[in-house]
Every structure is written in structure tokens, then in C-alpha cells.
């Protein structure tokens, strides 16, 4: 075995603690047909990809750095599962892409580190921004069933303010989702109204994953800076 294997063992053999925390945690959630097992598994292969990418160098723990690859792969799992449930599915889409987002964020900031509160903020900033644009992206489902006709969204008058406001921000995003570079569009429309995995919609790209994470990280970052100009924050 070369180091560089055995390495890899002693991380993966260190997260399983991890694996089967968060694996128990989202199980819970689910109806009883799910098996945990299942859940283990799937993030396991996020457990290996993890520990494969890790570079000790950037001064983070081993399972800071793969917390958020082990839930990225359970959902992924999970969204390919039949689910009776729209709304089931998607809050689990939801948690996918939301995860995805604060995943790509943090990488981003192991990528430059900067200590300090101004960092800190900035940061705070940036992935509450992205997290938004995910829930707004995800917001024109509530309620809904595909082919059942006409839109069951209540009239915006009978709604509180709060959401009434919430759903025209929606239709703005909506908006500035279709003026996107081809690409970008293309990427946005695959991971949250297909119900692709970030794997699948680069393939459909004919990019790398990594690219298509750089991507969406970066088209999510525009969104915001978009509805920021309009006065939304």
C-alpha cells in the first residue's frame, strides 16, 4: 500500500463517526420506507471523494472539510430515489443545492484564507446571499403538482406581506435566470427544475464537476448581485 493509500484509509476510517451521524440525522426525516443503511452508504462514496481531495495544508480538520461532501452525496442518493411526496422532494432538493452552496463557500475561503471579524462578515455575507437565491429559486413549488393546470399559488392579497413579497422577488430571479450566459442557464435549470445532480447537469455541459461547482457558485453570486441592484435584498 503507498502512502498516499494509506492516507486515504486512515481519513475515511476517521470520518465514520461522521458518516453515520449525519446519515441517522437526515433518516429521521424521512418515511419509514428509507432504510439507514442506504443513507450510510451513499455517504460513504462522499466520504472516499472527500478523503481523496483533503489537503492537510489548508489547516482544516479532516471532517470540517468533509462534512459537507457526506451530505452533498446522501441527498444526491436520496434525490434519485422515488418519492411520493412533491413536498418531500423538494425540501430534500432544497437541502441539496443549499448544501452545495455553503459547500462551494467554504472551499472558496480555504482556497484564500483570511483571518479577522471583516472576513468573518464578509463570508457570513456571501453564503446568506447564495442561501437566499436557493430558497427563492425553490419558493414557485409550494403547493404545486406538474399537470395539474392551473397554478394553485394563492392570490397574492390573501398572503402576509412577507410572503406576497418573497414570491415577486421569485418571478424577478425567474427573470434574470433566463438572461443568464447559455451555460450558466442551462446549469441553473438542470440542478433545480430537473432535479439533475450537479454530476449529471455537467455532464449534459461537457464539463468537469469541479468547473460546474465553480460555475454555480458563481452564477449564484450574480443572481444576488442582480437582485441586490433592484433593491432586493
Do not use: C
Not at 146 to 170: H, K, V, Y
Amino acid at each position: 500500500m503507498s502512502a498516499g493509500q494509506a492516507i486515504s484509509t486512515s481519513l475515511i476510517e476517521e470520518g465514520q463517526r461522521l458518516v453515520h451521524s449525519l446519515a441517522r440525522k437526515i433518516h429521521r426525516g424521512l418515511p419509514p420506507r428509507f432504510e439507514l443503511d442506504d443513507l450510510v452508504g451513499y455517504g460513504q462514496i462522499g466520504l472516499a471523494e472527500a478523503a481523496r481531495d483533503f489537503d492537510a495544508a489548508q489547516g482544516s480538520k479532516f471532517t470540517t472539510f468533509a462534512f459537507y461532501r457526506v451530505r452533498g452525496a446522501i441527498y444526491d442518493g436520496l434525490s434519485k430515489m422515488s418519492w411520493t411526496s412533491r413536498a418531500r422532494y423538494n425540501r430534500l432538493r432544497y437541502d441539496q443545492m443549499a448544501n452545495l452552496a455553503l459547500s462551494e463557500e467554504r472551499e472558496a475561503s480555504q482556497a484564500s484564507p483570511s483571518a479577522g471579524l471583516l472576513e468573518d462578515a464578509r463570508w457570513l455575507r456571501s453564503a446568506t446571499e447564495k442561501l437566499t437565491v436557493v430558497f427563492l429559486a425553490f419558493l414557485q413549488d409550494d403547493g404545486q403538482d406538474e399537470g395539474a393546470g392551473e397554478s394553485q399559488i394563492p392570490d397574492p392579497e390573501s398572503l402576509p406581506a412577507a410572503t406576497a413579497a418573497a414570491r415577486e422577488i421569485n418571478e424577478k430571479l425567474h427573470a434574470l435566470i433566463a438572461d443568464l450566459p447559455d451555460d450558466e442557464r442551462l446549469l441553473i435549470r438542470a440542478t433545480y427544475f430537473e432535479g439533475d445532480t450537479l454530476q449529471e447537469a455537467a455532464g449534459k455541459l461537457g464539463i468537469s464537476k469541479s468547473w460546474a461547482s465553480r460555475l454555480h457558485a458563481k452564477t449564484l453570486e450574480n443572481l444576488a448581485r442582480s437582485l441586490r441592484r433592484y433593491g432586493m435584498d
